[in-house]
């Protein structure tokens, strides 16, 4: 239903970021073994996550990695953070 949509925006930015602060990792992401991290290889502060998920909801983000030098996606650039690969 569209007037229920706008409502999934709310609790979807906050089980992304319980996981992103907890230990940098939702519960997919740690079966395709990538982590979000800082650029001091840290957990992400609040701000970055909702950085991140705002810019990551527009839809437009992955497109920018196309032509991106370091293929960091829009929301890496303006949140300052990257996603990293886990050896567990």
């Known amino acids: 239903n569209k007037i229920l949509k706008p409502f999934w925006f709310v609790p ?19 079966v395709w073994k990538i982590k979000l ?6 957990l992400v ?16 983000g992955l497109f920018w990695a196309v032509f991106n030098k370091k293929r960091s996606s829009l929301q890496d650039v303006l949140s300052k953070t990257s996603l990293v690969i886990t050896e567990d």
């Open 12 to 30: 979807g930015f906050f089980y992304l970021a319980y996981y992103w602060r907890k230990n940098g990792q939702t519960p997919s992401m740690k």
């Open 37 to 42: 991290v800082n650029q001091q290889d840290q």
């Open 45 to 60: 502060s609040l701000p970055q996550a909702l950085i991140r998920y705002v810019t990551a909801f527009l839809g437009f």
